[in-house]
């Protein structure tokens, strides 16, 4: 079914499981582990991927939202949105305004009643997981790590909130051990992360429900992701801790693509964005996903 | 353990304070489909509701003015519907001038830009019944209503202890009760204790001076829509259109000269506010100078009357007093409508912090000169949904800074430059050193004939 692989020569001659088939290295693990405690510091030394977080969210968001059909086959003609042929912005304001509005009121009930079920692949703290838990038109959030210290950092910030009580989930779990499917898996900053990033990707989609949706980030591997991610992020601005990143683990957004490609009827990549770190404003989307950090949203289609 | 917790209620938001910014918070997060869903109360000191049956036929003396910006964001939240239009007063043009420079003048219509008009006189009064009556509207069609508590005031904000899992702040009311809240909005005034629990400094000076403000009554009716300020040196000196030939005054001036304007009787003090609109500062001084010894000394109105007819006499044919800048004369104060507050200049640090965000005057105050205070306050309102609106579609807890920090990024720096330049136009118009007033006078001048830059003042203060 699925041929070859991300970075095929590493994956397929590296045979050795050390921890878990999905999982990551034990350097890897006792970094993690150590940032556990200030993890949920929104001024500490993760604050970068807390602002990152608010790009995945509207990445997430975006993408669920407007590629929702608003109009089913079977709605009757009165019950249907209006969909104009051309740009809205060419309406008057009031018009455009209502016109949007129609749609978002449909996409909320579209959503409301099909709710879906998120897994978080390598949840870490749980930053990315609440945010998802706390979304009306998320039904629950499975999170899982392979960090004992960071699945207690996140089951104990969980606490702080209430309306995460019935609506999140963690556990100390690799992908392969689980069975169920889910509606949305997400897999942002964890490709770089792990060895076999291949065989990580493929347990995830083969996850995903049809129609559910896959999203991943990772970095390029080039010398801007280099010089951002490493030189200055680690090493010159100090705002990334020294050790979070290995170059040679990067993926570069053309592997994922014609990897995807290669296995491609059931899948289809519908969007993906680059992003910047920019110090005093945050991360913002860049025109160029080849360069640096990158964003994908893949739809399982078949 | 168990029965500690019960002695809280919940909720998602608290809005402490019943003013127009507390209750448009209020107003804006039930009515946005993104936010209606989470649960607020807002607290507030005296009986509040009673203002829905307001109906007094004059006018109160707290009169803002509102201006195009503030207006649609009314119109968007859906208090503006709820407005006794027949209290509100449109106007389309601002005449400023110098006590000090006859010729220094400025005239800021709307004319040459497409902005009609440029804004709107109205009560406090009518926007807080608005905003009320709204909430009614709102309530009466959903189940999760917006509370509003009365009567009620906040007699301690404190954090839970350190070992409890959640850390909201927790509200104890002087009933007794005690709320624990996500989110906590400071919409409590110059002296906020929200802004005092949430250790956020406040910087400002109180000026030595003090505004009076009272309804009045003009001899001609409607004076075209034109509002008019005087800067004298002791203080601006503005009197605002209202319906009919009511109009209001906003009058700041030095302390000293405030006791002087506190002491003498109504019909005094409206003798003295023509004076002021029209002399000359050499004589308005020798007048304040005779009721600084007897405030009773009726041969006073005598003299200011003998010196207006000499004005008139003087008055040229027709300098820049054609019939579209008549003067406003009063003719009569409505009673007990005198009233006096200090002026005073403040701006916080900040205005989140985690769980907290403050609003309106918790925030800042400003001096009344440009009429910038409530708007301000709609500003920061509009600016404070559209963050947790923000907020509420990434997922973010609202009470995190890190979902409020936008607030401040874009409501800060704005309401800083507004604070900046009222504060320099009240120093620059208090003074009376002669190289200055022909400097400002200059200023004034050529401003006044620089359409476009005046054009994108008016427009960054109304629209």
Redesign the interface.
């Known amino acids: 079914m699925f041929k070859g692989g991300v970075r095929n020569a590493r994956v397929i001659t590296r045979t050795s499981v050390r921890y878990h088939q999905t999982g990551t290295s034990e350097s890897e693990l006792s970094h993690f582990n150590a940032l556990a405690k200030s993890w949920w510091d929104?001024?500490g030394p993760q604050r970068i991927l807390?602002?990152m977080?608010?790009l995945r969210?509207?990445f997430i968001?975006d993408n669920i939202r407007t590629h929702l059909k608003l109009n089913p086959q079977d709605v009757k003609p009165e019950d249907e949105v209006y969909i104009p042929p051309y740009n809205v912005d060419l309406l008057p304001k009031p018009i455009k305004e209502n016109i949007i509005l129609d749609q978002?009121?449909r996409r909320?009930e579209i959503l409301g009643a099909n709710k879906l079920k998120v897994l978080d692949v390598g949840c870490g703290g749980g930053i990315l997981s609440?945010?998802?838990?706390?979304?009306?038109f998320v039904e629950s959030v499975q999170g899982i790590d392979l960090s004992p210290e960071v699945i207690e950092a996140a089951k104990a910030h969980k606490?702080?909130?209430?309306m995460l009580k019935d609506k999140l989930t963690y556990n100390l779990q690799s992908l392969e051990t689980l069975q169920e499917t889910f509606d949305v898996i997400t897999l942002f900053e964890i490709l770089e992360h792990v060895d076999y990033p291949a065989q990580v990707l493929l347990e995830a989609l083969n996850r995903v429900n049809v129609g559910g949706w896959l999203f991943l980030s990772t970095i390029n591997r080039d010398f801007i992701s280099w010089f951002t991610t490493i030189f200055m992020g680690e090493h010159v601005l100090n705002i990334v801790p020294v050790g979070t990143h290995t170059l040679d683990k990067y993926i570069n957004h053309g592997e994922i693509e014609s990897w995807l490609k290669e296995n491609g009827d059931k899948f289809k990549l519908v969007d993906s964005k680059g992003c910047i770190y920019l110090p005093s404003y945050g991360w913002k989307f860049t025109s160029n996903e080849k360069v640096g950090n990158y964003f994908m949203a893949i739809q399982r289609i078949q | 353990m168990l029965t500690k917790r019960f002695l809280h209620s919940f909720r998602d938001v608290v809005v402490v304070g019943g003013g127009p910014a507390g209750l448009s918070i209020l107003t804006a997060l039930k009515n946005s489909p993104k936010t209606s869903h989470l649960e607020c109360s807002l607290i507030e000191g005296s009986h509040i509701t009673k203002i829905k049956e307001f109906d007094d036929p004059n006018y109160t003396n707290r009169v803002i003015s509102l201006t195009t910006k503030s207006i649609k964001f009314m119109q968007k939240i859906g208090n503006w519907n709820y407005i006794d239009q027949e209290r509100i007063k449109f106007y389309d043009n601002l005449f400023v001038v110098d006590s000090q420079d006859k010729d220094a003048n400025i005239s800021f219509t709307n004319d040459s830009i497409d902005y009609n008009p440029m804004g709107a006189m109205c009560e406090i009064l009518n926007v807080q019944k608005s905003l009320l009556l709204r909430l009614d509207d709102i309530n009466s069609t959903t189940e999760n209503k917006a509370e509003i508590i009365e009567n009620v005031k906040v007699e301690d904000i404190v954090n839970p202890p350190l070992n409890e899992e959640l850390d909201w702040p927790i509200i104890k009311l002087s009933n007794g009760d005690t709320i624990q809240t996500r989110l906590l909005i400071g919409a409590d005034g110059y002296n906020s204790p929200v802004r005092k629990y949430a250790g956020i400094e406040s910087r400002g000076w109180q000026y030595d001076s003090f505004g009076i403000v009272s309804t009045l009554t003009l001899t001609t009716e409607d004076f075209n829509n034109v509002g008019y300020q005087r800067f004298l040196s002791t203080g601006p000196l503005g009197v605002l259109p209202l319906t009919d030939n009511n109009a209001t005054l906003v009058w700041s001036t030095k302390a000293w000269l405030s006791k002087i304007l506190k002491s003498v009787d109504d019909d005094m003090f409206k003798v003295l506010v023509n004076a002021a609109l029209r002399l000359d500062e050499v004589d308005l001084n020798y007048v304040y100078k005779k009721l600084e010894v007897d405030p009773k000394d009726t041969s006073v109105i005598d003299d200011i009357n003998w010196r207006l007819e000499e004005m008139e006499n003087k008055k040229e044919p027709s300098s820049f007093w054609d019939d579209d800048n008549e003067i406003p004369e009063v003719e009569t104060l409505l009673p007990g409508s005198r009233a006096m507050f200090p002026l005073k200049m403040s701006h916080a640090d900040t205005y989140v912090a985690p769980r907290v965000a403050l609003v309106g005057d918790a925030a800042h105050t400003i001096h009344p000169l440009a009429g910038q205070g409530l708007n301000m306050g709609q500003t920061d309102v509009s600016i404070l949904i559209e963050t947790i609106e923000k907020g509420i579609d990434r997922g973010l807890d609202i009470g995190s800074t890190l979902t409020l920090e936008p607030y401040v990024s874009n409501a800060w720096p704005m309401n800083h430059a507004i604070l900046g330049v009222c504060d320099k136009l009240h120093k620059l118009f208090g003074n009376d050193f002669t190289p200055i007033v022909a400097i400002r006078g200059l200023g004034m001048k050529v401003f006044n004939n620089l359409t476009p830059i005046k054009d994108m003042l008016v427009k960054s203060l109304s629209v």
């Open positions: 929104v001024n807390h602002k977080n608010l969210m509207d968001r978002e009121l909320n609440e945010s998802m838990a706390r979304l009306s606490l702080k909130d209430p």
